[in-house]
């Protein structure tokens, strides 16, 4: 039965490493979309797409940015296509909802309260940079509050509300499970649930084996039956927290969002190597991986062909 499948979510950029990190972090549209394609073909049912800058490597939330390679994901792939609303520090909610707003996805995240959110920890490891942007964005998290208030919410939820869109809530702490309780009791979320639990940034719960069974176990009393459980590490504890929540029953997010590790000092060369480390791990585990139309299944999504791209 597809409801026993594990469901990979591979998110192939994101906006917290920057270009001079790694060579393999895709920037251009033509990298985004190779680098999707190349997931859904490992094994992901759902690509988490951000764009950048071809330039200089930056965050891009324009809608603009997105269309360079949306159609070619979409043509290429059965995949669920996930748009980020997180966007970048410093990007207003209606900046960062612009396009999930215009392109009407089965997919996109949504984050589920404010938090700081520190990555200038990573200026220890990486020294030298190519872009004038990086160094200067990574310190200013230092000072930084992700804003996800209740208003920023419900804006995000007001922009999708007509558009069948369904949301990857992603929860870094105890409380931001409580938020997403307070909008299903007010009617404006609808289950089935698909709850991302994140571990291992730097104002968000730790990575602790301890940690991540105490938010499925928050989870489970707040959403009982009605929510499907995913979980993302943050950095080295990517694969350990995946194979933690596959043996747990839940589903997992990998990619160079997330880590640009794949082993001890050693960078992955692409999104779908990741994948196929937590394939392995999953199969491993005698459990089955969840096609697309499994997925879709499974999240009661709306479907493909009912996208604006």
Not at 39 to 48: N, P
Request: with cysteine; charged share 20%.
């Amino acid at each position: 039965m597809a409801s026993h499948k594990v469901i990979i979510t591979c998110a192939v950029t994101g906006a917290i490493h920057t270009p001079s990190m790694s060579p393999y972090l895709p920037v251009t549209a033509d990298e985004i979309a190779a680098a999707a394609i190349g997931a859904a073909e490992a094994g992901a049912a759902i690509v988490h797409l951000h764009a950048r800058n071809e330039d200089n490597g930056k965050p891009d939330q324009s809608p603009e940015a997105f269309a360079r390679f949306l159609p070619r994901i979409k043509q290429s792939t059965n995949a669920v296509v996930n748009l980020t609303t997180g966007g970048a520090p410093g990007m207003t909610v209606i900046e960062r909802a612009k396009p999930a707003a215009v392109f009407k996805p089965e997919v996109a995240s949504l984050n589920m309260g404010s938090m700081n959110f520190g990555l200038y920890p990573m200026l220890n490891r990486f020294k030298d940079f190519k872009y004038d942007w990086e160094k200067p964005g990574l310190e200013a998290s230092r000072d930084n509050v992700f804003r996800n208030s209740f208003k920023d919410i419900e804006y995000v939820l007001e922009q999708c509300r007509d558009t069948g869109t369904r949301f990857e809530f992603e929860c870094y702490d105890t409380s931001h499970l409580y938020n997403l309780a307070h909008f299903l009791e007010r009617g404006l979320v609808k289950p089935p649930l698909f709850v991302q639990t994140v571990f291992g940034i730097l104002g968000g719960i730790g990575p602790h084996p301890e940690d991540v069974a105490h938010m499925k176990r928050t989870a489970d009393r707040l959403f009982g039956k009605h929510y499907k459980w995913s979980v993302l590490g943050a950095g080295r504890n990517q694969l350990p927290i995946a194979a933690m929540a596959a043996a747990m029953g839940g589903n997992v997010r990998v990619g160079l969002e997330d880590s640009l590790w794949i082993g001890a000092g050693k960078l992955a060369e692409s999104n779908a190597a990741q994948v196929l480390k937590a394939r392995q791990i999953i199969e491993g585990l005698g459990l089955e991986i969840a096609t697309p139309d499994e997925a879709r299944e499974i999240l009661e999504l709306k479907g493909g062909d009912k996208v604006a791209f």
